[in-house]
């Protein structure tokens, strides 16, 4: 199976960051790790090895990103405005330096990817950037960050919180092509955040933003039940 590690001082960011890729074509997926995780975190997990077949046959290539949680979202001592901030950039690494990376593969079809924390992330930038988006998958996820910020918000805040800024969307292009997204989110019925993935769905069919909520029974907030989930929504088999 291709694997490739890189690692570059990032402009965005003003310090080292590091990811891998594999597989060498098809459609393009960026995968988000869970709260404060690693790039590595999906292999370490079985993800990429339950999906190895797909990766040689040449039908997915995963990018699998860190994250900068412990400095954004997760650095309560900071000011919430300043940890929005942080994520700004984190963001702005994203659009300008992990993306163009993706392009090396012409495949245009782009999915975003994560579990827990990284579904926020994997959210947020599909909204974000709905002409580059084909499909966001996230799974248990969390979508209203004030739960994060002790219900502060202020222009940074609200620029990264899709429960917030998907209401006040009225650019009629940008809503077109969010509608072109295929959304796809999953909850276990008794996840203490299944009240987010709920607002979310909501938030999403009020603007005309199609999209699925599946809710699992039970808790379903762990790598087993992801790995499942991902097989299902990625390419339709349990």
């Not at 199609?210 to 762990?222: F, P």
Request: contains cysteine; proline residues 4%.
């Amino acid at each position: 199976m291709h694997r490739e590690y890189h690692k570059w001082h990032s402009p965005a960011l003003n310090r080292d960051m590091e990811l891998v890729i594999h597989g060498h074509s098809g459609a393009r997926v960026i995968v988000f790790p869970t709260s404060q995780g690693r790039f590595y975190e999906f292999e370490d997990r079985g993800v990429i090895q339950s999906f190895e077949h797909h990766i040689n046959q040449g039908w997915l290539q995963f990018y699998c990103v860190d994250s900068i949680d412990a400095e954004s979202w997760y650095a309560y001592w900071a000011h919430p405005g300043g940890r929005a901030y942080r994520h700004h950039q984190y963001m702005m690494y994203l659009y300008h330096e992990v993306l163009p990376l993706t392009r090396r593969n012409p495949n245009p079809f782009l999915m975003t990817v994560g579990a827990s924390f990284g579904a926020y992330h994997a959210m947020g930038f599909g909204l974000k950037y709905p002409d580059q988006v084909g499909r966001i998958i996230g799974l248990s996820g969390l979508y209203d960050i004030t739960w994060m910020t002790g219900g502060y918000s202020d222009d940074w805040v609200y620029a990264y919180n899709p429960i917030q800024f998907i209401p006040n969307e009225h650019d009629h292009h940008r809503l077109e092509q969010m509608r072109q997204i295929d959304i796809i989110m999953t909850s276990g019925k008794t996840d203490r955040l299944h009240w987010s993935s709920q607002e979310m769905t909501k938030v999403l069919w009020d603007k005309g933003i199609g999209n699925a909520l599946r809710a699992w029974d039970g808790w379903a907030h762990d790598w087993p039940y992801w790995i499942q989930q991902l097989h299902m929504y990625i390419d339709g088999q349990r």
